[in-house]
């Protein structure tokens, strides 16, 4: 790991972090101060390094920030995310907050997003996500680089004002990868990744009234600090990557869990396929507001693979000659997935071929739904002509029993395991 930039370290004091760590204008999206987020400490095992820094006190000309005696020194330890593509040396005293998870990416794929707040005493910090998010702010009429730190991988760690209509001042204090319009969002090469690696507190949000007390918190210790910090950054590895034990291996195919967004049911989605939310708020019978599920799961080269479902309403289906292949049992007790091939009576589909979810263990044709007191759900593939799936083998319908695609769909349907049972219950805000 290269070693810690000692620009300011061993040259400045710092300012005591209260009311100073921190300087980004436009808050990352997404909260990164979420009360229910996980809290951890940085790597137990990693060796901190207590770098020797001034101790005078350094006067700042903002506004209502004060200032106390820095302590004698900084230690430093090493943070690396869960998944290993990024690496941060951060102060042994500041605390890692980790809200990294599976998510659904831009392009509708399943993938690792971390999402990290490494948290200084003040509630100040620094803020990294590398998911597919971008943000647009309000256009700068000037913008000028105060500090510029080199970082590796082409990009560098900057301060920088902005002054916007009306001259109010804003700050930013980044990972960048271009000082001609500095911005919080960067990429690492030909990656498709967007990354951001920002210093910031709620105590500069609102900007600044003047250029100088603009300049004045870009040049203060606790600014540099901040910049030395994200200087030793370091990206590694495919930035795709899953963290250990993320993730399902089963014959050859990763799968990944999926939840419904009001938390009715979880299953497991092949990390290939995408998937297509399009649940939406309805009202039932009885007048009342509900959250209705609606989620297909897609592959690229072939179409829609399965669709899951729950609402309060049971369909009617017309009962089909049909022919039973393999009955799995499901998470919940007494559901099964079973594969099955329509008979030749059937008008327009004899031969085609799909997985369903039942609670008649496999003696007749599944249903399109199986109910609960207060819900129906459903889990199946559309009737499907064997030929669509040639690309695992299968051509005609003796070829889908046994197939590595009726493995794929059964092992699909045979995780859905269901939460809870009140349509009434809506996502979390912003889910």
Same mark, same amino acid.
């Given at each position: 790991?290269?070693?810690?930039? +000692?620009?300011? $370290? !061993?040259?400045?004091?710092?300012?005591?972090?209260?009311?100073? $760590?921190? &300087?980004?204008?436009?808050?990352?999206?997404?909260?990164?101060?979420?009360?229910?987020? *996980?809290?951890?400490?940085? +790597?137990?095992?990693?060796?901190?390094?207590?770098? /020797?820094?001034?101790?005078?006190?350094? &006067? #700042?000309?903002?506004?209502?920030?004060?200032?106390?005696? %820095?302590?004698?020194?900084?230690?430093?330890?090493?943070?690396?995310?869960?998944?290993? #593509?990024?690496?941060?040396?951060?102060? &042994?005293?500041?605390?890692?907050?980790?809200?990294?998870?599976?998510?659904?990416?831009?392009?509708?794929? @399943?993938?690792?997003?971390?999402?990290?707040?490494?948290?200084?005493?003040?509630?100040?910090?620094?803020?990294?996500?590398?998911?597919?998010?971008?943000?647009?702010?309000?256009?700068?009429?000037?913008?000028?680089?105060?500090?510029?730190?080199?970082?590796?991988?082409?990009?560098?760690?900057?301060?920088?004002? @902005?002054?916007?209509?009306?001259?109010?001042?804003?700050?930013?204090? !980044?990972?960048?990868? +271009?000082?001609?319009?500095?911005?919080?969002?960067?990429?690492?090469?030909?990656?498709?990744?967007?990354?951001?690696?920002?210093?910031?507190?709620?105590?500069?949000?609102?900007?600044?009234?003047?250029?100088?007390?603009?300049?004045?918190?870009?040049?203060?210790?606790?600014?540099?600090?901040?910049?030395?910090?994200? &200087?030793?950054?370091?990206?590694?590895?495919?930035?795709?990557?899953?963290?250990?034990?993320?993730?399902?291996?089963?014959?050859?195919?990763?799968?990944?869990?999926?939840? #419904?967004?009001?938390?009715?049911?979880?299953?497991?989605? *092949?990390?290939?396929?995408?998937?297509?939310?399009?649940?939406?708020?309805?009202?039932?019978?009885?007048?009342?507001?509900?959250?209705?599920?609606?989620?297909?799961?897609?592959? $690229?080269?072939?179409?829609?693979?399965?669709?899951?479902?729950?609402?309060?309403?049971?369909?009617?289906?017309?009962?089909?000659?049909?022919?039973?292949?393999?009955?799995?049992?499901?998470?919940?007790?007494?559901?099964?997935?079973? +594969?099955?091939?329509?008979?030749?009576?059937?008008?327009?589909?004899?031969?085609?071929?799909?997985?369903?979810?039942?609670?008649?263990?496999?003696?007749?044709?599944?249903?399109?739904?199986?109910?609960?007191?207060?819900?129906?759900?459903?889990?199946?593939? $559309?009737?499907?002509?064997?030929?669509?799936?040639?690309? !695992?083998?299968?051509?005609?319908?003796?070829?889908?029993?046994?197939?590595?695609?009726?493995?794929?769909?059964?092992?699909?349907?045979?995780?859905?395991?269901?939460?809870?049972?009140? %349509?009434?219950?809506? /996502?979390?805000?912003?889910?």
């Amino acid at each position: 790991m290269r070693a810690t930039p +000692s620009r300011l $370290l !061993a040259t400045t004091a710092i300012v005591v972090l209260a009311a100073m $760590l921190g &300087a980004c204008a436009h808050p990352q999206p997404e909260a990164t101060t979420a009360p229910d987020r *996980p809290q951890s400490t940085p +790597s137990a095992s990693a060796t901190p390094t207590t770098e /020797p820094v001034a101790t005078e006190p350094t &006067a #700042t000309e903002r506004a209502g920030t004060g200032v106390a005696t %820095p302590p004698a020194t900084v230690e430093l330890v090493d943070f690396e995310t869960q998944n290993g #593509t990024m690496r941060m040396r951060i102060p &042994a005293d500041w605390t890692v907050e980790d809200n990294s998870a599976i998510t659904v990416q831009g392009d509708r794929h @399943q993938g690792w997003n971390n999402e990290l707040w490494f948290a200084a005493p003040d509630g100040g910090g620094i803020g990294y996500s590398d998911g597919h998010w971008d943000s647009v702010g309000a256009a700068a009429i000037e913008t000028v680089v105060t500090e510029q730190v080199p970082v590796g991988h082409g990009l560098l760690a900057a301060a920088w004002w @902005q002054r916007y209509e009306g001259d109010s001042y804003g700050v930013g204090v !980044a990972v960048v990868p +271009s000082l001609e319009e500095p911005s919080h969002v960067f990429r690492l090469g030909d990656g498709s990744r967007l990354r951001s690696l920002a210093f910031h507190h709620p105590d500069v949000e609102q900007g600044f009234a003047s250029r100088e007390a603009a300049e004045a918190y870009l040049s203060s210790p606790a600014v540099a600090l901040a910049l030395d910090v994200m &200087a030793t950054v370091e990206f590694a590895g495919d930035e795709d990557a899953l963290p250990e034990g993320v993730g399902v291996e089963h014959e050859g195919t990763t799968y990944l869990p999926y939840t #419904t967004r009001n938390g009715t049911a979880s299953f497991l989605v *092949p990390r290939e396929w995408t998937i297509n939310d399009t649940s939406r708020l309805g009202t039932n019978r009885a007048g009342q507001q509900v959250w209705e599920n609606s989620v297909t799961l897609e592959w $690229l080269h072939v179409g829609p693979m399965l669709h899951y479902g729950d609402s309060e309403f049971t369909n009617i289906i017309e009962e089909w000659e049909w022919t039973r292949g393999e009955v799995r049992p499901t998470a919940t007790d007494g559901w099964q997935a079973v +594969s099955w091939t329509l008979g030749d009576s059937v008008p327009n589909h004899a031969g085609e071929v799909g997985v369903s979810l039942t609670d008649l263990g496999g003696t007749v044709r599944p249903a399109d739904n199986v109910c609960s007191e207060r819900m129906c759900r459903s889990f199946a593939s $559309l009737p499907t002509p064997p030929h669509w799936y040639r690309e !695992a083998g299968v051509d005609g319908p003796e070829d889908f029993f046994g197939s590595a695609m009726e493995e794929r769909l059964l092992t699909v349907v045979a995780s859905l395991e269901t939460h809870h049972d009140d %349509p009434t219950r809506m /996502p979390p805000l912003g889910g």
